[in-house]
């Protein structure tokens, strides 16, 4: 098992700012990607930003330009840097990670619980 807590989420104008991390803790063997994905109200689910253990990222066109995503290995710790924050940004964002857990020898994948981003004036 793979426990995920997420922090960093709120209420914020938009052009504003906000750092999302995710720290994960369990029976981690290795980690081959960590990522961010989001909900909207009554959308699907989608990939924001992705960071393999190699350091290749990936993220949505939406957010290109305006996202940063990052990571501390000694940590496992994945971190989210948002900026010109807009009102379509908000959605509930879940940190998901992917990777070998010990004693297993297929990938799984966990998310975390979710947190809260909103952006308004």
């Known amino acids: 098992q793979v426990q995920l807590v ?23 063997f290795s980690i081959t990607a960590m990522g961010w994905y989001r909900q909207a ?4 689910r989608e990939l924001v930003a992705s960071i393999t253990s190699g350091g290749n990222t ?15 290995n000694a940590k496992n710790t994945v971190y989210l840097q948002m900026n010109s924050l807009k009102p379509e940004d908000t959605a509930v ?25 909103t952006v308004s004036s």
Request: charged share 15%.
């Open 41 to 44: 109200p009554g959308k699907q």
């Open 93 to 117: 964002y879940y940190c998901n990670w992917y990777g070998f857990t010990i004693g297993n020898i297929m990938r799984r994948t966990y998310w975390g619980q979710g947190t809260q981003v």
């Open 58 to 72: 990936n993220y949505a066109d939406s957010v290109k330009g305006r996202v940063t995503i990052s990571r501390d």
């Open 6 to 28: 997420e922090s960093g989420g709120g209420l914020v104008q938009p052009g504003g700012s906000l750092n999302l991390s995710c720290a994960a803790s369990g029976s981690i």
